[in-house]
């Protein structure tokens, strides 16, 4: 069974300041990591995917994700956040034998304060 | 390109009340899911349908909870009777198949239960 843990519940940060959102899964075959965005209200928006090749994505907004299989990680970054990133961050995983079904984490609140 | 159409936004019931919920998936995307979002968790699957076949019910409470999709398009997701415990959002996606290489998602629908 796959699963999709994320390290951090909470993630404070002043603006311009640097951020990273933490992710580990668990997968006995290959996988395809996706983070998506939730504003308050709101579904959830695609940022990034990783399917294979690169291990570095890049997304939507200025962020940027880094698959390490070795650590089973798929850590988010920005290097320099703005008040309008505030919102909630899933990491989610799936594979080619899922059916597309995806396994999300509990997700991490952004808070960025001015 | 039109997404994902979920309805209503919000829906406020009484316990042991029926209520459904409506979706109109991507045009021409096969692969249609329904998840479960408790306040402060990652959305869970409930059901996912092929055209309009289910190919994964194996998390739904089928002694409250039906969908169908009907002729492989919109979907209606229904909850009779309702309890506490149902109060979440419910999102709606879809994807072109079922390679799980990208789900787009509704806006949901927020379901309270009193």
């Known amino acids: 069974a796959q699963s999709v843990t994320q390290l951090d519940s909470q993630v404070p940060v002043f603006e311009e300041a640097p951020v990273e959102l933490r992710c580990n899964y668990s997968?006995?075959?290959?996988?395809?990591l996706f983070w998506y965005v939730q504003y308050p209200n709101q579904g959830l928006q695609l940022l990034l995917k990783y399917l294979s090749g690169s291990t570095l994505v890049k997304g939507i907004n200025g962020f940027e994700a880094e698959f390490n299989k070795s650590q089973t990680s798929f850590h988010l970054r920005k290097p320099s956040v703005h008040i309008s990133d505030t919102a909630e961050y899933f990491c989610?995983?799936?594979?080619?034998?899922?059916?597309?079904?995806?396994?999300f984490g509990q997700g991490t609140e952004l808070s960025v304060k001015p | 390109e039109a997404g994902v159409a979920q309805s209503p936004r919000y829906k406020i019931i009484e316990k042991r009340q029926s209520v459904a919920f409506w979706c109109n998936p991507i045009s021409g995307h096969a692969t249609l899911y329904w998840y479960q979002q408790i306040l402060g968790q990652g959305p869970k699957l409930l059901i996912q349908?092929?055209?309009?076949?289910?190919?994964?019910d194996s998390q739904l409470p089928k002694d409250r909870f039906s969908a169908e999709r009907l002729k492989g398009v919109d979907s209606t997701l229904k909850i009779q009777p309702a309890k506490l415990e149902d109060s979440a959002v419910y999102l709606c996606?879809?994807?072109?198949?079922?390679?799980?290489?990208?789900?787009?998602f509704g806006q949901g629908t927020r379901l309270t239960v009193v």
């Open positions: 989610a995983v799936t594979s080619y034998n899922q059916g597309g079904k995806l396994i």
């Open positions: 997968s006995s075959v290959s996988v395809y």
């Open positions: 996606a879809s994807s072109l198949d079922l390679r799980g290489t990208e789900a787009f």
């Open positions: 349908f092929q055209n309009n076949g289910v190919v994964d």
